[in-house]
């Protein structure tokens, strides 16, 4: 046994007419019962235990048992190494059995943790003692819901009132409840995705085998409700649960802040649970982790001393839920930065991977190509029933340098892109790459040297400077060549939507030159340059 034992002893006699017995545990250790029960809690305190029964021939036993709780504490190790100690109190169950009856009382007192108070009694009519009729009440009450963190590793922290008053009728084999079970002021907080319940009520009424629900909860800026009715059969749930509320934030960590406002409906029939309705998202941030260079783990992982589950006493749960995008949700993954508008009705349960089927629109975006980033046009990531990691895209999106747009159409999957490339004016596909690479003009993209190895050196030092700009908050860092093969490092960036400013550092001589360029209106184009010479042009453009 574990802890310090007490004292046991036991003793009885029996012949043909009559038999009795009696069983007497003193000053017995609480730990010795919950050993093991609960890793992360330590239970300390005595419990004194009394029995006695005895019978006669084709008589019914009688008896009784006691059993006494005294000074029990609950002990935990806080996330700061601090011991908590939470005093249960004293208590005590009996059972007393007569020829007629059966009578039985708990109650708990005394403690820090809540009171219980309950009696039961049973007629003893025939031999079948499921079908002997019940009678009780039974009435509970805590203010230290935050013991449910011990019990239910996924809450980190809880806190909040419990109130339950129960009346117990019908048989032993079939008890019937009839009460109401309140918990007032809850909170609850789930660190992993940084959602916080506050101003949690709940009230359930219990009636025969079944219990009818309501209940409300603040998440983030929103109120959330719930509603149903559960039934038990074969200590199975059946039943109908509701779901809805109105800007909620569900999660909130670095990578994602997201707020729903969803309308879902759970149905359960025993094991299985199908889940449907609608979710909208009035807002999203959405910027997963770079995990590039991540280490998946083996295939043939085994995890040493995992307990298995039962197939057979898992909960299968299908969803089909439509997801609707409002005007504020924003992502950046995989390349792709924008806003993201649309619906998609997303299926997890029935496949061995969730699937999705509907549209989705890139508003705003843009989508890094070689080291940069271009405006999108035209976005759309399409799914098609296929998994709803990796959807269909379809992406156009352009660079406008000086005298030239240059850009990408984008195909295949968000996984596997399939790139090809177009300008205005038209440019061979090698150029249109160099000059989104290295950057410049259309003049430097048509006289840069065919050279491979002058190619490799410019596109690569594009590379580099276009990372370092990232780096200081510079979108826009080229090398740019002129017809006298001077090569130089050009900064530029939009300080509005109509200036442009850029200044270009000579890599093989003391140079610099200043150049502005401000558009007038759709046609006309002031530019200036400051550097060995100094001019300005007016330019006036015709498309055709």
């Not at 305190?45 to 504490?73: C, S």
């Not at 239910?152 to 419990?162: C, E, K, S």
């Not at 085998?209 to 909860?217: A, C, E, I, L, Y």
């Not at 400013?501 to 558009?519: F, H």
Request: proline residues 4%; charged residues 20%.
């Amino acid at each position: 046994m574990v802890g310090t034992p007490g004292s046991i002893c036991a003793d009885g006699e029996w012949n043909p007419r009559q038999w009795n017995a009696t069983f007497n545990a003193n000053h017995m250790p609480l730990a010795t019962f919950t050993a093991g029960m609960t890793r992360a809690v330590e239970y300390s305190g005595q419990i004194n235990f009394l029995a006695h029964a005895a019978g006669v021939a084709g008589e019914p036993a009688e008896g009784n048992i006691r059993a006494d709780l005294t000074d029990a504490v609950l002990s935990h190790k806080l996330s700061s190494g601090r011991i908590d100690h939470s005093k249960i109190g004293s208590g005590f169950i009996t059972v007393n059995a007569n020829r007629n009856t059966l009578a039985g009382e708990v109650g708990l007192a005394s403690g820090d943790v809540g009171t219980i108070k309950g009696t039961l009694v049973a007629q003893r009519v025939g031999d079948n003692w499921q079908a002997m009729p019940v009678q009780g009440e039974f009435h509970a009450h805590t203010d230290q819901l935050g013991l449910v963190t011990l019990y239910v590793p996924d809450i980190d922290r809880a806190a909040g009132h419990l109130d339950g008053d129960m009346k117990i009728a019908g048989t032993l084999g079939t008890p019937l409840v009839d009460g109401t079970l309140k918990i007032s002021d809850g909170e609850i907080d789930y660190y992993q995705v940084n959602m916080g319940l506050r101003q949690l009520a709940f009230d359930a009424r219990l009636t025969d085998n079944g219990v009818d629900f309501k209940g409300s909860t603040r998440i983030g800026s929103g109120i959330a409700h719930a509603t149903g009715r559960l039934e038990w059969r074969n200590s199975l749930p059946y039943g109908t649960v509701n779901v809805d509320g109105t800007n909620l934030r569900v999660t909130d960590v670095p990578e994602a802040q997201i707020d729903a406002s969803p309308k879902l409906q759970f149905n359960i029939t025993g094991r299985k649970i199908d889940v449907a309705g609608s979710v909208k998202v009035p807002y999203a941030r959405i910027v997963p982790a770079d995990l590039t260079g991540a280490v998946r783990s083996s295939s043939d992982e085994v995890i040493v001393g995992k307990e298995e589950t039962d197939p057979s006493k898992r909960f299968e749960v299908v969803s089909t839920i439509t997801l609707s995008l409002a005007d504020h949700v924003n992502i950046d993954t995989t390349g792709l930065t924008g806003r993201l508008t649309g619906n998609i009705t997303v299926r997890s349960g029935y496949d061995e991977v969730t699937s999705a089927t509907g549209e989705l629109n890139i508003e705003q975006g843009k989508y890094s190509a070689y080291a940069r980033k271009l405006d999108i046009q035209r976005g759309r990531l399409i799914f098609t029933g296929g998994p709803v990691g990796n959807p269909g895209i379809d992406i156009r999106a352009i660079k406008e340098f000086p005298d030239v747009t240059a850009g990408v159409n984008v195909r295949g999957t968000l996984l596997q892109p399939r790139l090809s490339f177009f300008s205005d004016p038209s440019l061979t596909q090698s150029q249109i790459v160099s000059l989104i690479l290295a950057g410049g003009s259309l003049e430097s993209a048509q006289n840069r040297q065919p050279g491979a190895g002058n190619e490799m050196l410019a596109q690569g030092g594009a590379i580099l400077a276009q990372q370092l700009g990232s780096h200081v908050g510079i979108e826009d860092v080229s090398i740019e060549s002129d017809l006298t093969n001077e090569t130089s490092l050009v900064l530029g960036r939009y300080l509005s939507p109509r200036l442009y400013v850029s200044y270009g550092i000579a890599l093989t001589e003391q140079l610099n030159v200043l150049k502005l360029r401000y558009s007038l209106g759709d046609r006309w184009t002031i530019k200036t340059e400051v550097g060995t010479a100094r001019g300005a042009d007016l330019v006036y453009t015709i498309q055709r």
